[in-house]
């Protein structure tokens, strides 16, 4: 990966949909040359996707959260599946600590929150902490910063 292919996946980072034509001038190279560098990217495994970033409020999920759970390692099995089919949650990490999962989710109500986290609590216990605002949303990683 040269500054170039850095380039690439800083302005695919701020904007997925930026046309090639666009990115092919930033870089200065041809469309061709950008699509076959993209492409590149992808089959090597450092693009996994494009997605659209939806505000969670206007679509009325006006709750978010952090769960930490505590998950013991025999029961993985039945919860990664578990957490997996839930359409609430966001993310869910396996961290470190005294707890070891944590789980971004969002939902309209509080009532619903607290029915999901009774429903967790056959994993484990819990700790949750509701979102009061957000100074820095999700955002790409620094792919200029990155020493080759």
Not at 14 to 43: D, G, H, M, W, Y
Not at 48 to 56: D, H, N
Not at 83 to 98: K, L, R
Request: hydrophobic content about 40%.
């Amino acid at each position: 990966m040269d500054m170039i292919d850095r380039k690439i996946l800083t302005i695919l980072q701020e904007n997925a949909r930026t046309p090639l034509k666009v990115i092919a001038e930033q870089v200065f190279l041809s469309s061709p040359a950008v699509s076959a560098r993209i492409e590149r990217l992808e089959e090597a495994g450092l693009i996994t996707g494009y997605q659209a970033q939806i505000s969670y409020q206007a679509m009325g999920y006006q709750i978010k959260a952090f769960i930490n759970l505590e998950v013991e390692p025999s029961q993985k099995p039945e919860f990664y599946p578990y957490i997996a089919s839930c359409p609430n949650v966001m993310e869910c990490n396996c961290v470190t600590g005294d707890y070891s999962m944590l789980i971004k989710v969002c939902f309209r109500t509080t009532q619903e929150l607290d029915q999901f986290i009774n429903q967790l609590h056959r994993f484990g216990r819990t700790r949750t902490q509701i979102v009061f605002s957000t100074s820095v949303e999700h955002r790409g990683i620094p792919a200029m910063a990155v020493e080759e």
